[in-house]
T-cell receptor, first 115, second 112 residues
């Protein structure tokens, strides 16, 4: 199936741990994104890579570090997890960065729970 | 600051009925406006994308309208079905900006 996939779907961990979320897209897109959706359902952009180059880097704690080994992958590593990091994290991809008909395709999300 | 406001926050309708969701934005300069549908536990899926010159766009039983002068958009759902129960998110982008501005969404519940 052509899609944006994320692993794991659920992640439950203790405060202070380090964890990673992986994202892969096989749509041939140039641009990938990480979003955080909190309990109020707002989707907030965290990072975006275009052809492996970081183009969006919102004000997030430096405990969050994205890594794009190639155009099809964008992983998110989180150090020293805190309770406030609990949320659903969505990966997305689009054919290019910006543009009028530049539709973003979202992954299924990773629900992170920090205890 | 670019903002997107949606109303109502939530609504309940009976199966077969119509409903209209509203989106007001202050994003400038305007590039395009999208409506996404997000089912519970899943990622958002695009329903429509409209640019400045487009007033209306349909996708099956979903019809989006855009008034770029008043900076308002609406999403009309016709003959609602149980599967329409979801959150509908209005997303606006500005010219030259990679980032999108998201509304908080309207949660629609369709009851039999």
């Amino acid at each position: 199936d052509t899609a944006v996939s994320q692993t794991p779907k659920y992640l439950v961990t203790q405060m202070g741990n380090d964890k990673s979320i992986k994202c892969e897209q096989n749509l041939g897109h140039d641009t990938m994104y990480w979003y955080k959706q909190d309990s109020k359902k707002f989707l907030k952009i965290m990072f975006s890579y275009n052809n492996k180059e970081l183009i969006i880097n919102e004000t997030v704690p430096n405990r969050f570090s994205p890594k794009s080994p190639d155009k099809a992958h964008l992983n998110l590593h989180i150090n020293s997890l805190e309770l406030g990091d609990s949320a659903v994290y969505f990966c997305a991809s689009s054919p290019m960065a910006g543009g009028s008909y530049n539709e973003q395709f979202f992954g299924p999300g990773t629900r992170l729970t920090v205890l | 600051k670019n903002q997107v406001e949606q109303s109502p926050q939530s609504l309940i309708i009976l199966e077969g009925k119509n409903c209209t969701l509203q989106c007001n934005y202050t994003v400038s300069p305007f590039s395009n406006l999208r409506w996404y549908k997000q089912d519970t536990g899943r990622g958002p899926v695009s329903l429509t994308i409209m640019t400045f010159s487009e007033n209306t766009k349909s996708n099956g039983r979903y019809t989006a309208t855009l008034d770029a002068d008043t900076k308002q958009s609406s999403l009309h759902i016709t003959a609602s079905q149980l599967s329409d129960s979801a959150s509908y998110i209005c997303v606006v982008s500005a010219v030259g900006d990679y980032k999108l501005s998201f509304g908080a969404g309207t949660t629609v519940t369709v009851r039999a």
